[in-house]
């Protein structure tokens, strides 16, 4: 499994990002292995979209790369 970062996220997603090329050579090169995302880096990654009006764009494009939400345990701040 492999957990994203909220920033690789944000730049597949934005083709005007500096890093965008970058970003979606990195997630393609992962294909076939499982991806998750914290709860804390999924609301990172939709703000910009859901300010937009893109919200459902990017929960689509999270869907088709079979991005998973995994929990945090009650501890996880601590």
């Given amino acids: 499994m492999i957990v994203l970062d909220a920033s690789p996220l944000i730049a597949y997603f934005d083709g005007a990002d500096a890093l965008h090329e970058r970003a979606v050579a990195s997630l393609q090169r992962l ?3 499982r991806l998750a995302i914290s709860p804390v880096t999924l609301a ?7 300010r937009n009006g893109a919200l459902d764009v990017i929960l ?4 088709i790369l079979q991005v998973e939400e995994i929990g945090l345990p009650d501890d996880a701040a601590v």
């Fill in 31 to 33: 294909g076939g292995r």
């Fill in 44 to 50: 990172e990654v939709l703000v910009g979209p859901t």
């Fill in 60 to 63: 689509t494009g999270l869907e």
